[in-house]
């Protein structure tokens, strides 16, 4: 993966590779049927992933039963690596594979609601994920959007930017940097495509790649007082010029990596920057919050940590969260708090017998599991009777 740093952002590519990409379970059968070469087909999922910086996303578009229907002995071990490979991210619809779920796996459930029953089960426990949306695309939070039945979708590389940064930018120079920057991955892309040296069953497409434009500091920009409505103004007017500019997708997201967000706290710091004012001063460590919300890593109140506010929601796709709780929460407390979320994030559970994802950064350690407020199930509260005083 190569990295620039500009003034106000970080540019991620991938140099001779796709910075990311996601592709259908029905197009690897194609090439490799589950049913007669299961091993072959994740052997193509294990090189893709491990091209890719940024990662694969498999869209499980198919039914359950090609899974099921496997011997049990193959069965075991097909579902343990495809949710274990390091670098691929299954997505799932449906509660038909939830038998198969026995520990923590890379998994992310979309559906409207939060799942439920045996799913929800695992959900709670930390073990899979879950992404708010429709069932007409797969929002993937990391990535882009998907429709279902597209060919495989890529990506040239990652914009991040913090939202203070948005009114000092020119957005004619980022597109001037992305197209930059696109020219080059293409000519070592089309070195590699010559050489034969790319999986074949994702077949590679120069218009459906895109970029992807990310932002974090949400935090930052709720202390400076600037109402999210301009916020929403600015990258809406980011977003279209690049449109304009690049002819080709763009997918905006927010960034909860937080080597990104302290790289760029401290590049704003060191520099004099202007969208530097809400950051802490030295002698602390001087960086942005990944995401909008509070810091994953601190004790904040779980409304807080997922706050994803409606201007922003109407142009951002969800972001992904990680909540850290001191024990697995109880169905109905989940339900309600859900319910009370006005744009509910990807959210994937964290309890104690789940580890915080990395990196582990020593100037920001992830707090211990029971400093964090715990999420009260307010549908087992005991209201007090009309008569109780006078027993």
């Not at 929460?329 to 789940?354: H, K, M, T, Y």
């Not at 509260?381 to 027993?391: A, G, N």
Request: net charge negative.
């Amino acid at each position: 993966m190569r990295r620039q740093d500009g003034r106000g952002y970080l540019l991620f590519t991938g140099g001779d590779v796709p910075y990311a990409g996601w592709g259908g379970a029905r197009l690897l059968d194609a090439a490799f049927p589950v049913a007669t070469a299961p091993w072959e087909g994740l052997a193509v999922l294990a090189e893709l992933a491990g091209l890719l910086p940024r990662g694969f996303g498999l869209l499980w578009d198919a039914p359950a039963e090609w899974v099921a229907g496997l011997p049990p002995e193959i069965r075991a071990g097909y579902w343990k690596l495809l949710t274990h490979l390091p670098g691929l991210t299954v997505h799932l619809r449906g509660d038909g594979l939830a038998g198969f779920l026995r520990e923590p796996a890379r998994i992310r459930w979309h559906g409207s609601h939060p799942p439920t029953g045996e799913l929800g089960h695992a959900w709670r426990q930390g073990w899979i994920g879950w992404v708010p949306g429709d069932e007409s695309a797969w929002s993937l939070p990391d990535q882009g959007l998907a429709e279902d039945g597209d060919p495989a979708g890529w990506l040239w590389g990652e914009l991040v930017l913090p939202l203070g940064a948005l009114e000092h930018l020119e957005p004619a120079d980022l597109a001037n940097v992305l197209a930059e920057a696109q020219a080059r991955c293409e000519k070592a892309i089309s070195l590699r495509m010559g050489a034969g040296a790319w999986p074949g069953a994702f077949p590679f497409q120069r218009r459906r790649t895109g970029w992807r434009v990310s932002f974090l500091g949400g935090r930052e920009w709720q202390l400076s007082g600037v109402a999210w409505e301009r916020a929403a103004a600015r990258v809406q007017a980011l977003l279209d010029h690049l449109g304009l500019a690049l002819r080709c997708p763009i997918h905006p997201g927010v960034c909860t990596d937080p080597e990104a967000a302290a790289a760029l706290g401290q590049q704003a710091m060191a520099e004099g920057l202007p969208w530097r004012a809400a950051l802490p001063l030295p002698p602390a460590y001087p960086s942005f919050t990944p995401g909008l919300g509070a810091d994953p890593r601190d004790p904040a109140s779980l409304e807080a940590r997922c706050g994803f506010p409606r201007p922003l929601a109407d142009l951002l796709a969800v972001p992904a969260v990680r909540l850290r709780v001191p024990a697995v929460p109880l169905e109905g407390a989940v339900a309600a708090f859900v319910a009370g979320l006005q744009n509910p994030p990807a959210i994937r559970w964290s309890p104690p017998d789940a580890q915080p994802p990395g990196p582990f950064l020593p100037e920001r350690p992830w707090a211990e599991a029971a400093a964090f407020p715990p999420l009260l199930d307010t549908t087992q509260v005991l209201q007090p009777s009309l008569f109780d005083d006078l027993d």
